[in-house]
């Protein structure tokens, strides 16, 4: 069965302090895997998409990178307002939905 | 100009009842989701249609009926309301399965 699991659940950061989210999954035919940001009272907001192994893409201080088995969000020298949940979503064409992870809450600190 | 829009933003009931979410996009898209948020965040998936037809129906109970009169709009009515329905739902879309999503604000629905 396919099944995304993100770790850490939640992660506090000092301001500046670079660290990164995990994204763990199994899929029987990936055809993309996706991160989105939801600030609270809001919906998902669309960051990323990689399809294959050694993908890597960037958006400001966030980096995302992708292996055969897991994605990884790179946050360098976080603000603040980098604070929100993080949303890891794997594309199953075998079922043609996504699939989403828990996600990780980060709280950045001044 | 927002891209998917819903409403209500919030809905407070009592058992039993039946209420309807209404959701619209004027992005152009072909593709409409319903997505459920529980109280853990764990957002699933529970309904998608391309251009009005009904694509994927997960295993919710049948109290819950989508309608799609236009590809713009996709609205969920929900009958005889139960506490375990308590939660946000989602309205998104997408040009395509396997395509970006974009997320309505949502609405917050509890039942009392």
């Known amino acids: 069965e396919d099944q995304v699991t993100q770790s850490p659940e939640a992660l506090r950061l000092q301001e500046g302090e670079s660290s990164s989210l995990n994204c763990s999954y199994t899929v029987s035919g990936l055809r993309g895997l996706f991160w989105y940001r939801q600030d609270p009272g809001k919906g998902p907001e669309f960051l990323f998409t990689?399809?294959?192994a050694g993908e890597e893409k960037e958006k400001e201080r966030l980096k995302a990178t992708l292996t055969k088995k897991e994605s990884f969000l790179h946050i360098t020298a976080p603000k603040p307002e980098d604070s929100a949940t993080y949303l890891c979503?794997?594309?199953?064409?075998?079922?043609?939905?996504?699939?989403f992870g828990a996600g990780t809450r980060l709280a950045v600190h001044p | 100009d927002t891209a998917v829009s819903q409403t209500p933003k919030y809905l407070v009931t009592q058992m039993g009842n039946d209420k309807s979410i209404k959701c619209e996009q004027n992005?152009?898209?072909?593709?409409m989701y319903w997505y459920k948020q529980d109280s853990k965040k764990f957002l699933k998936i529970m309904f998608s249609?391309?251009?009005?037809?009904?694509?994927i129906n997960e295993t919710v109970p049948n109290r819950f009926s989508p309608k799609s009169p236009d590809k713009a709009h996709l609205n969920l009515h929900i009958n005889s309301l139960e506490l375990g329905d308590s939660a946000v739902y989602f309205c998104a879309s997408s040009q395509d399965f396997g395509e970006k999503l974009f997320f309505g604000s949502g609405t917050q629905l509890s039942v009392l």
């Open positions: 992005l152009g898209h072909d593709t």
């Open positions: 249609y391309n251009n009005k037809e009904l694509i």
């Open positions: 979503a794997l594309f199953s064409g075998g079922y043609n939905k996504l699939i």
């Open positions: 990689l399809y294959s």
